[in-house]
């Protein structure tokens, strides 16, 4: 079992920037995907990064060049930087954690809302 808690949603203003950060615990997260998702009233929740163990990225087309994943397995935790913000941007963020192996094993945050308005 890991829980995820998220934090650094917020506020802000297009061209801004946001720092979202998801703690995990319960179990040692060396042998899952992390990944942030998102989602928009009215829309599915989709892929915004992931990154596994040894640091490989994928992000999505819409984020790239803007949005930056990294992790710290020791801690226990995974980040994504967000910069030059944009209206649609703005959704509930979650933080997910999958296992490698036995993607079974799928766990969820309870998300953190992102606004970019002016």
């Known amino acids: 079992q890991v829980r995820l808690v998220e934090s650094g949603g917020g506020l802000v203003q297009p061209g801004g920037s946001l720092r979202l950060s998801c703690a995990a615990s319960?179990?040692?997260?060396?042998?899952?995907?992390m990944g942030w998702y998102r989602q928009a009233p009215g829309n599915q929740r989709e892929l915004v990064a992931t990154?596994?163990?040894?640091?490989?990225?994928n992000y999505a087309d819409a984020v790239k060049g803007r949005f930056t994943i990294s992790r710290d397995n020791a801690k226990s935790t995974v980040n994504l930087q967000m910069n030059s913000l944009k209206p649609e941007d703005t959704a509930v963020y979650y933080c997910?954690?999958?296992?490698?192996?036995?993607?079974?094993?799928?766990?969820w945050g309870q998300g953190t809302q992102v606004t970019v308005s002016s």
């Open positions: 990154i596994t163990s040894g640091g490989n990225t």
């Open positions: 997910n954690a999958r296992h490698i192996l036995l993607p079974i094993f799928n766990y």
């Open positions: 319960g179990s040692a997260v060396s042998g899952y995907e």
